[in-house]
């Protein structure tokens, strides 16, 4: 397993960006489907980005499309979520998972590597 450490979370206003950080340690991050997560308070955790191993391929979940971006850089072994135009349903905790699948799946059952969160309040 690769350890992972996510960063860059905080409070924002509606509409305001924030960009979530997760450096990777201990493995190198190349071989595995990286992904972000969330889990609001009551509900169940749910996927919101996934990268494949090369960088060249995304997927995101429907209610994100088009305001967030994941990206990655195995060089520096390391994965970033840019988030823009923010709302309030976006506050959750946020989670950094790898996946050593060849494709990108969203179950977080099938990730096997998490890091700990990063909390992300948006305000109304």
């Known amino acids: 397993q690769v350890r992972l450490v996510e960063s860059g979370g905080g409070l924002v206003q509606a509409g305001g960006s924030l960009r979530l950080s997760c450096a990777a340690s201990?493995?190198?991050?190349?071989?595995?489907?990286m992904g972000w997560f969330r889990q609001a308070p009551g509900k169940e955790r749910e996927f919101v980005a996934g990268?494949?191993?090369?960088?060249?391929?995304?997927k995101y979940a429907d209610s994100v499309k088009g305001r967030f971006t994941i990206s990655r850089d195995n060089a520096k072994n390391a994965v970033s979520l840019q988030m823009n135009s923010l709302k309030p349903e976006d506050t959750a905790v946020y989670y950094c998972?790898?996946?050593?699948?060849?494709?990108?799946?969203?179950?977080?059952?099938?990730?096997?590597?998490w890091g700990r969160g990063a909390q992300v309040t948006v305000s109304s």
């Open positions: 998972a790898g996946d050593s699948a060849v494709f990108i799946r969203t179950a977080s059952n099938e990730f096997d590597s």
């Open positions: 201990g493995r190198s991050i190349s071989t595995y489907v």
């Open positions: 990268i494949n191993r090369g960088g060249a391929i995304t």
